[in-house]
């Protein structure tokens, strides 16, 4: 089994991306290195009882395979990644309103997504919400940069220290008024209220 990670904090933001040709380039020019482009299906998981959401607590189980468009090297492998999430200390998450901070343990699963979701139902969790997307990752110093292309719209998450998520941002041509903090369930359930529908699960062909 491999070992987990220590809990680390999570800091990040969202920015809304209408123009993915133009973020596209403005990223460019930041000199960001990129990763290949990757398909996520993400499930979390709950009690009966929805404990965790309670008490802003996630758990989560993502599967990466590699995008379409990169078909041509794709072995059909998957990369499977566990996921807990929780509120911060107080005096931490104090910092800054802009950030949304979160304390974060992860495992990427040496066994396949299978195995870890018959575990976790065994367990007593069960599937509360699925939601797909595709993911283009780009890093620069002291900073993630995330495009993710999602059924409720475009984003882009900022990860890492705050000066450099403000620079970047900045850079991008964002300003702080643009930061979001909501979760993809907030911005989908938000994307549901506005087309009069019920929220069920965020995927791009249902399932």
Known sequence: MPKPQNTKPEIEIKLRVTNIDQILRKIKNLRASPQPRVQEQNILYDTPQSHLRRRKMLLRLRIETPAPQNAATNTGAERVILTSKAPPPPQQNEKSS???????????AATSSRHYAKALTSLGFRPAFRY?????????????????????????????????????AKSLGFTKNAYLRATYWDLYAAACRRRGIAPKNMLFTAK
Not at 150 to 161: I, M, V
Request: glycine letters at 4%; proline letters at 6%; hydrophobic letters at 30%.
């Open 132 to 168: 797909d997307k595709f993911r283009t990752t780009f890093r620069l110093p002291n900073l993630h940069l995330d495009l993710d292309e999602t059924p409720a719209g475009t984003y882009l998450e900022l990860e890492g220290d705050p000066k450099a998520i403000d620079r970047a």
């Open 98 to 108: 802009h950030y949304k901070i979160r304390a974060e343990r992860e495992q990427v």
